[in-house]
């Protein structure tokens, strides 16, 4: 079964642009000398942000008009957007427990990955405004979620039942390790003092700045942070996975965001109404009734 919302080219070039700028925001500390200084991208993240919003909303229009995402689809992204955001209080800042990943990848999996790129980046996004968690992390946080939800909509079609249930836990958990590396590439060049084996040095080769990354990524965070992240993501999808797949894609039957839009018109101009119906029970016409001659007194 195909997901709800198919990509036409044109949004897959859009999604394809979006996704090799997102990962240039990441990794250019690898290929140009970074200044290690602690503020550095507090000044950058401004620059990136510019850089997210026309993406999406590149993305939104190449949807619209490619008949890709209509007024109902527009409404379930909000609607998920929002319960996301919602979400993401109840867990976020407590031994790595996240609780707004399930959905994603749930939803990105149902609808595609055009709408799954946009719910991720619109969930951090509403999230952020939620909890005050605006800062210069937030357009790297968007990027990140979108790259998950875009995933999910990526992954083989065919498959049901417990195999989907289980494909989709294991991305889950590889999601949620993958969002932890990416939130400490954007701030490791800057972050980390000079001369320990975790710093980045400028200007070396790409391999030595990889180990050293690797070696802090394990240290910091993925031991803690991202396990505890991957294990709520995979939990809930396994729990009830099943359950909110079959209401997204009972959602999207009802919805039938892929059926024409069809208006019906009155007559043209100039063309005579069909005639009306007769009715059987109008009674026998003029020419067959019999008329009684007058009376002439005789």
């Known amino acids: 079964m ?11 070039v859009v999604l ?11 990794s250019w500390p690898f290929f140009v000398p970074a200044q290690p200084e602690s503020m550095a991208r507090t000044t950058e993240a401004p620059l990136v942000f510019i850089v997210v919003l026309p993406v999406l909303v590149a993305l939104v229009l190449a949807e619209l008009s490619s008949g890709g995402v209509d007024s109902k689809a527009l409404a379930m992204l909000g609607v998920l957007a929002a319960v996301n955001a919602a979400l ?11 609780t707004v990943f399930f959905l994603l990848v749930l939803a990105g999996r149902v609808f595609g990955p055009g709408f799954g790129f946009l719910l991720g980046a619109i969930s951090l996004f509403a999230s952020a405004l939620l909890t005050a968690g605006v800062g210069p992390w937030l357009p790297f946080q968007m990027l990140a979620a979108a790259w998950i939800g875009l995933g999910a909509g990526l992954l083989p079609a065919r498959l049901r039942g417990r195999a989907e249930i289980a494909v989709l836990a294991g991305y889950g958990t590889i999601a949620a390790y993958g969002y932890g590396l990416l939130m400490n590439l954007w701030f490791w060049p800057f972050s980390v003092g000079a001369d320990t084996q975790l710093s980045y040095v400028a200007g070396a080769p790409v391999l030595e700045n990889l180990q050293r990354f690797a070696v802090f ?7 803690g942070w991202d396990t505890g992240r991957a294990i709520t993501t995979a939990t809930a999808i396994v729990l009830i996975g099943p ?4 209401a997204l894609r009972r959602a999207a039957r009802r919805a039938a965001f892929d059926a024409p839009v069809a208006f019906v018109t009155g007559p043209e101009p100039g063309l005579s109404a069909p005639p009306a119906e007769k009715f059987r029970d109008a009674g ?13 007194g005789r």
């Open 16 to 26: 394809a642009l979006a996704s090799v700028t997102a990962l240039a925001t990441f």
């Open 88 to 98: 993401r209080p109840l867990g976020a800042g407590t031994a790595g427990i996240e």
């Open 243 to 246: 359950a909110v797949l079959a």
């Open 284 to 296: 026998p016409a003029r020419s067959e009734r019999t008329e009684t001659p007058p009376h002439d």
């Open 2 to 12: 195909r997901p709800a919302l198919r990509v036409a080219p044109r949004t897959a």
């Open 217 to 223: 990524t394990a240290v910091t965070s993925t031991f």
